[in-house]
Nanobody, 117 residues
Framework: QVQLVESGGGLVQAGGSLRLSCAASGRNFGRYAMGWFRQAPGKEREFVASITWCGVPCYANSVKGRFTITRVNTESTAYLQMNSIKPEDTAVYYC???????????WGQGTQVTVTS
């Protein structure tokens, strides 16, 4: 069992930066792929980025070149560095963990990111 807690969300101006954190508790963090998803009002949850247990990242086209996902296994924490933020990045951001990158087994409660223009 893994518990995930996101932090770092908030209000940011377009063009600014924000770093989200996902702290995991439980066993075997280093064995899980970590991911970030987001859900905007009235829209379905969508993939943002993921990172395998050994540090290989993958990004949605909409954030490629602007967002960076990292993890520190010794700290059981994953991060999402968000740069050049756009108003369309406004959403609730969810951290995920799973044995498979594409099928999360665990979710955090989400953190709100609101971008003002």
């Amino acid at each position: 069992q893994v518990q995930l807690v996101e932090s770092g969300g908030g209000l940011v101006q377009a063009g600014g930066s924000l770093r989200l954190s996902c702290a995991a508790s439980g066993r075997n963090f280093g064995r899980y792929a970590m991911g970030w998803f987001r859900q905007a009002p009235g829209k379905e949850r969508e993939f943002v980025a993921s990172i395998t247990w050994c540090g290989v990242p993958c990004y949605a086209n909409s954030v490629k070149g602007r967002f960076t996902i990292t993890r520190v296994n010794t700290e059981s924490t994953a991060y999402l560095q968000m740069n050049s933020i756009k108003p369309e990045d406004t959403a609730v951001y969810y951290c995920s963990a799973g044995v498979q990158v594409t099928t999360p087994d665990y979710w955090g409660q989400g953190t709100q990111v609101t971008v003002t223009s």
